[in-house]
């Protein structure tokens, strides 16, 4: 109780002792829901907030992740927070460069003591009459469950399972003598230097570990069973590098950000509107980056356009140099098993190894795990609909900040944070304590929350939100677009509704949320 006291909480009596109750409960101590707590301090000062992490430390992603040369493959002005600038000279920004940015942020905006540590929201039920979620949270250092109390509450828990990557079953896997590792599950003790590695998998990991580990390694393989879109872009800016001669900091951070969202945008419309035209442009890139002759059409050729998935992205193109200086190789082909030594493919070619790394991907999951009721109600958030990409429907007080897909994901959570807080002030100042998103058109068409074909997300796209397919029900993964949506257009719309909890008569209870 004394830490929820100093975090501005305040205590009320439960039926089953004391209950603490905060404004605002973040779930999530990563780079989205230190972001959020930054925007609620600054846009919300009156409203008292928590944040519950399951973890021991701050700053989720860029703290699991461990692997060699870990580092973003999106750039840092559009990735950092649109209130603090991205100070370092590196603009794809290695993983611990960013942990320290989201770290010093949070120290710097008084937020570290609002984090709760070791506690696992498992559960949320919200109460129409009290307009109250109590979040029912499993504390991983003691095994207790506590609970909570929030008017609102805020998922920051990323997308992903923390306890596992995607390791598929490869056969023969018991028999290799090597060391098997896959990339989330990195430990220190892991030695490649001299080895013979190879790097299974074809995305933004594979690329980066292969180059990373390459500097030490005897010679590192990325088995790909299918090529992806690899692009080279300068790890640092040129054009902030010039700038930040003339300008200082403050002015230069905003002007990058929006040159590269333009670009961004301008890269992945041209690649849905004329494809065509975007592969001719990445096949240019790549005759130039990698060695006369290399057969391109076999290893970075894909079968999709580009944009259908992440495009992977390369600093300073470290990867064709690797190839280009035979430290590393690509093999496209599929695992036929593992033996004692290395991997037999397909081809029947094999590939000795000392150690095998399985960059195969994560394994996706809505809402940190957590489950919903609302009266009572279980939601089965696969039947929920996104609402702005932001809330779900009939979830009242509820926003997730869930990032671009093709661009950097804080530009979306900043948005979305900067709305929970105009939303907020508004019920304040109407006296509503409920808003929630409701569809009440029947006839509106529904998609899948992403429209990604990547293995990752096709395999657990089924327990996600949809998206309908006009707005305010579409996703639109764009900035402009959303900047419109998000921080212009009126809070009150055809399908969000407020309502004020006198309103409701205890009869009520068992009626629509919002008459
Ligand atoms: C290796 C890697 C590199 C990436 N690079 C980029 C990039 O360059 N650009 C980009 O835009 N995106 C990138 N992403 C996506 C990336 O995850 C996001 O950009 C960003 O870090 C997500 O921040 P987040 O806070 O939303 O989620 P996370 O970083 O996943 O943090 C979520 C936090 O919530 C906690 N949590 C989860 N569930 C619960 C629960 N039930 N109860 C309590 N706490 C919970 C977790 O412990 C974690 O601390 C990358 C992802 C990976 C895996």
């Known amino acids: 109780m004394a830490s929820a006291m100093q975090n501005g909480a305040r205590p009320e009596t439960d039926a089953g002792g004391d209950l603490e109750h905060v404004d605002v409960l973040i779930i999530g101590a990563g780079l989205s829901g230190i972001g959020a707590a930054c925007h609620l301090k600054a846009k919300c000062p009156g409203k008292s907030i928590a944040i519950l992490e399951a973890r021991e430390c701050i700053g989720g992603t860029w703290d699991l992740f461990r692997y060699p040369g870990i580092r973003s493959d999106s750039d840092m002005y559009t ?58 949270a499993l504390r991983e250092d003691s095994g207790e469950e506590m609970r909570i109390r929030a008017g609102f509450v805020l998922m920051c828990s990323g997308y992903y399972r923390y306890d596992e990557g995607y390791s598929p079953e490869f056969p023969g896997s018991q028999r290799f003598t090597g060391r098997i590792v896959h990339p989330q599950k990195w430990t220190e003790d892991i030695d490649y230097a001299g080895k013979r590695v190879v790097v299974i998998g074809s995305g933004a990991t594979a690329v980066t570990l292969v180059p990373a580990m390459a500097r030490t390694a005897e010679h590192v393989t990325m088995l790909q069973r299918s090529p992806s879109y690899v692009i080279s872009l300068p790890a640092e800016d040129p054009i902030a590098k010039k700038l930040k001669k003339v300008l200082p900091l403050k002015l230069v951070y905003p002007l990058v950000r929006w040159k590269n969202v333009l670009l961004t945008l301008l890269s992945f419309q041209l690649s849905r509107r004329r494809p065509e035209t975007a592969k001719a442009i990445l096949r240019k890139g790549l005759e130039r980056n990698l060695p006369e002759g290399y057969d391109i059409d076999t290893h970075f050729k894909p079968t999709y356009n580009p944009w259908e998935q992440r495009l992977c992205l390369v600093p300073d193109g470290d990867l064709f140099e690797a ?38 991907g994560l394994n996706l999951i809505a809402l940190g795990g957590m489950q919903l009721s609302v009266d009572g109600r279980e939601i089965d958030i696969s039947q929920t609909l996104g609402y702005k990409g932001m809330m779900l429907s009939d979830v009242p007080n509820l926003a997730l900040t869930f990032g671009y897909t093709n661009a950097s994901w804080t530009l979306k959570c900043d948005l979305t944070c900067a709305y929970v807080c105009r939303l907020l002030n508004h019920m304040d100042a109407n006296g509503f304590q409920i808003c929630v998103a409701e569809n009440d058109d029947p006839a509106l068409e529904t998609e899948p929350f992403i429209d990604f074909s990547s ?27 959303d900047i419109v949506s998000l921080r212009r257009s009126p809070l009150q719309d055809e399908a969000m509704r407020f309502a004020r909890v006198r309103d409701r008569a205890p009869a009520d209870i068992d009626a629509p949320l919002v008459a």
């Not at 120290?107 to 307009?131: M, T, W």
């Open 323 to 360: 190839i280009a200086q035979g430290r590393a190789s690509v093999v496209t082909d599929s695992v036929e098993t593992f033996t004692e030594t290395g991997i037999r493919l397909a081809s029947g070619e094999e590939l000795e190894a000392d150690v095998i790394v399985t960059a195969t």
């Open 79 to 136: 990735l950092g927070y649109s209130f603090r600038p991205w100070a370092e000279a590196k603009s794809i920004a290695d993983g611990p460069s960013i942990l320290s940015y989201v770290r010093e942020t949070a120290a710097e905006h008084g937020v570290e003591e609002k984090i709760r540590f070791q506690h696992r929201a498992l559960r949320a039920e919200f109460d129409s009459a009290s307009a109250l979620w109590t979040v029912h």
């Open 455 to 481: 293995g990752y997300v096709q395999r657990a796209i089924s327990k996600f939100p949809k998206q309908g397919s006009r707005a305010p029900w579409r996703l639109y993964q764009n900035y402009a677009l």
